[in-house]
């Protein structure tokens, strides 16, 4: 049974930094896509990133290129999120998810099909204040 645990939320000032982490385990599979996306309150599940296993290209949201990014450590199967310069609307909960099937959009680098994304952590939460 694929399993994913988040690490790494909390509360900051915006300007500040935190880093998220994704531990995965049970699957065997070698070739995958993982992805780090958020839910506010009251809005929708979007993509904030997205990372093939190997090769391919990384995807980003507009709304947090060039302050986020997506890394991976294939040997301890985890998932990394580095978000710097955070913003009060960075706030919500995040979730890390696997797709163990398509893998098309990520391999592209395209905006993620939440629906590819059969795995799911329980999500950290991130609150960034003015």
């Known amino acids: 049974q694929v399993q994913l645990v988040e690490s790494g939320g909390g509360s900051v000032q915006a300007g500040g930094s935190l880093r998220l982490s994704c531990a995965a385990s049970g699957y065997t599979a070698s070739s995958y896509c993982m992805g780090w996306f958020r839910q506010a309150p009251g809005k929708e599940r979007e993509g904030v990133a997205t990372?093939?296993?190997?090769?391919?290209?990384?995807y980003y949201a507009d709304s947090v290129k060039g302050r986020f990014t997506i890394s991976q450590d294939n040997a301890k199967k985890t998932l990394y999120l580095q978000m710097n310069s955070l913003k009060p609307e960075d706030t919500a909960m995040y979730y890390c998810?696997?797709?163990?099937?398509?893998?098309?959009?990520?391999?592209?680098?395209?905006?993620?099909?939440?629906?590819?994304?059969?795995?799911w952590g329980q999500g950290t939460q991130v609150t960034v204040s003015s």
């Open positions: 998810a696997a797709d163990f099937s398509s893998r098309a959009l990520c391999l592209g680098g395209y905006p993620p099909n939440l629906s590819e994304y059969y795995y």
């Open positions: 990372i093939p296993s190997h090769g391919g290209r990384t």
